[in-house]
T-cell receptor, first 112, second 113 residues
Framework: GEDVEQSLFLSVREGDSSVINCTYT??????LYWYKQEPGAGLQLLTY?????DMKQDQRLTVLLNKKDKHLSLRIADTQTGDSAIYFC????????????FGTGTKLQVIP | EPEVTQTPSHQVTQMGQEVILRCVPI?????FYWYRQILGQKVEFLVS????????KSEIFDDQFSVERPDGSNFTLKIRSTKLEDSAMYFC???????????FGPGTRLTVT
């Protein structure tokens, strides 16, 4: 079945860049997502990328996709304390009912 | 901006009791989902629902679980006889036809004692 893996924890200093990595197993994945979850809150979609793209940039966020290695990364430029949260990598496949398969989540701690 | 809402935000129940978690998806959305997140673990897919029937379900979604869209606005998840291991955050999501994004609600924290 589908599997999505992430490192559990990342600590960065305010103002530095953060890079959160993710690997997935399903070669038929069509959409790859990054969700943010703040403490006690729901899931906020940050950005997503189609599998036929290599890169997507959205303000401070840059998503890189290496489809050959099934590796996805999220770079946050100029990381702020408000970026402290858990970041989930996720994937779904076009067609069907598009259930989303989530990774384990990476807890990002931003040190002032 | 339209959003998915869920009630209650926190539900405490005793083992063996039935619970109903409620969701109001975004109006005009056609696809509905339930996910759960056990504390400290990943978010897991439970079930998807389209055209008034279950379209896909996971192994977790056994006979103790059921979903219903009783009217044009609500989408409910029922757990017939709760177990301790059902304690989790339950997220509802909805999606429009042709949209790539599932919109998640804030979640209901279920605590089974």
């Amino acid at each position: 079945g589908e599997d999505v893996e992430q490192s559990l924890f990342l600590s960065v200093r305010e103002g530095d860049s953060s890079v959160i990595n993710c690997t997935y197993t399903d070669s038929s994945s069509t959409y790859l997502y990054w969700y943010k979850q703040e403490p006690g809150a729901g899931l906020q979609l940050l950005t997503y990328i189609f599998s036929n793209m290599d890169m997507k940039q959205d303000q401070r966020l840059t998503v890189l996709l290496n489809k050959k290695d099934k590796h996805l990364s999220l770079r946050i430029a100029d990381t702020q304390t408000g970026d402290s949260a858990i970041y989930f990598c996720a994937e779904s496949t076009e067609g069907g009912y598009q259930k989303v398969t989530f990774g384990t989540g990476t807890k990002l701690q931003v040190i002032p | 901006e339209p959003e998915v809402t869920q009630t209650p935000s926190h539900q405490v129940t005793q083992m063996g009791q039935e619970v109903i978690l409620r969701c109001v998806p975004i109006s005009n959305h056609l696809y509905f989902y339930w996910y759960r997140q056990i504390l400290g673990q990943k978010v897991e897919f439970l079930v998807s629902f389209y055209n008034n029937e279950i379209s896909e379900k996971s192994e977790i979604f056994d006979d103790q679980f059921s979903v219903e869209r009783p009217d044009g606005s609500n989408f409910t998840l029922k757990i017939r006889s709760t177990k301790l291991e059902d304690s989790a955050m339950y997220f509802c999501a909805s999606r429009d036809r042709g949209d790539d994004e599932q919109y998640f609600g804030p979640g209901t924290r279920l605590t089974v004692t």
